[in-house]
């Protein structure tokens, strides 16, 4: 079975950085796309940002000019470099592919 597995996450201050992970178990050259989500307390799950299979990248707007998405077929591995992080980003974040499914998620808290 595929898996998907983040990593990354941790307890930052306002305003840092981070850079989240997500290896999948086999090839992603032929995914069409791949995103990434995420999901506060009490919150219904978010889109945060996708990649297609000719690498365009879109973003949510709460993360726009901030977040940037990225893979590296050679690691079969899919990147969220998130800059300028803001308290509100704090989540559980998942990657997802259409035909992979759901990683398990990571935890990225944004605090002072």
């Known amino acids: 079975q595929v898996q998907l597995v983040e990593s990354g996450g941790g307890l930052v201050q306002p305003g840092g950085s981070l850079r989240l992970s997500c290896a999948a178990s086999r090839s992603i050259f032929s995914l069409k796309s791949m995103g990434w989500y995420r999901q506060a307390p009490g919150k219904q799950r978010e889109w945060v940002a996708t990649i297609t299979s000719s690498g365009g990248t879109n973003y949510a707007d709460s993360v726009k000019g901030r977040f940037t998405i990225g893979r590296d077929f050679a690691k079969n591995t899919l990147y969220l470099q998130m800059n300028s992080l803001k308290p509100e980003d704090t989540a559980s974040y998942y990657c997802?592919?259409?035909?992979?499914?759901w990683g398990q998620g990571t935890q990225v808290t944004v605090s002072s």
């Open positions: 997802n592919a259409p035909e992979l499914g």
